[in-house]
């Protein structure tokens, strides 16, 4: 069974998942936009669970395209994957890096044991990323992913936060077939 792709308007922290992939910043220790919401409302518990993994194996913090997790605290969730999307550049093509953190997110959700994942559009807030670009990566390289293993998620659902972003991946959902 091939894990079906949907999309949602609203607030990612406010959905009920297995994992909520948090669009975070290298340091792992909050921030604004959707990594904050998450921190704030998920709660100490996920900032606890960073502070160790800046502690041990991520002292320079998270590189861009990875992807780690923990608890999701008081998120409806199990766990909280956390990924560094790369900043958008007008002169330097960054997809790949986009692109990786949709796969490593799937990666390490699938190595969770998780069949439901909510993704925001990463990189479209402050870093800049243009949004219908953004959208047929994402979409793109969640398809990639599933293919390779279509038995391991029920559903990856993107949460776009306004009506802008939920019309760019419905499109792109659309375009990728």
């Known amino acids: 069974m091939t894990a079906r792709i949907t999309l949602v308007q609203g607030d990612?922290?406010?959905q009920r998942a297995d994992v909520l992939v948090n669009a975070a910043n290298s340091s792992l220790l909050g921030g604004g936009g959707v990594d904050?919401?998450?921190?704030?409302?998920?709660?100490?518990?996920i900032l606890a669970e960073c502070r160790v993994l800046r502690a041990s194996r991520y002292g320079k913090g998270l590189p861009t395209g990875q992807a780690v997790a923990t608890t999701a605290g008081r998120?409806?969730?199990d766990h909280v994957?956390?990924?560094?999307?790369?900043v958008w550049s007008a002169t330097e093509d960054r997809s790949a890096l986009l692109a990786s953190c949709y796969r490593e997110s799937l990666r390490v959700a699938a190595g969770l044991g998780a069949r439901t994942v909510a993704f925001p559009a990463i990189s479209t807030g402050v870093y800049r990323w243009p949004l219908d670009d953004a959208a047929h990566?994402?979409?793109r390289a969640v398809r990639d992913a599933l293919a390779t293993a279509p038995e391991l998620l029920a559903e990856v659902r993107?949460?776009?936060?306004?009506e802008a972003?939920?019309?760019?991946?419905e499109q792109a959902l659309?375009?990728?077939g």
């Not at 993107?158 to 306004?162: I, K, M, P, Y």
């Open 12 to 14: 990612i922290t406010r």
């Open 36 to 45: 904050g919401a998450i921190h704030r409302r998920g709660g100490p518990d």
């Open 165 to 169: 972003a939920y019309e760019a991946f």
């Open 137 to 139: 990566i994402a979409v």
């Open 75 to 77: 998120l409806d969730a």
């Open 158 to 162: 993107f949460v776009l936060f306004d």
């Open 81 to 86: 994957i956390h990924t560094v999307g790369p």
């Open 174 to 176: 659309a375009a990728e």
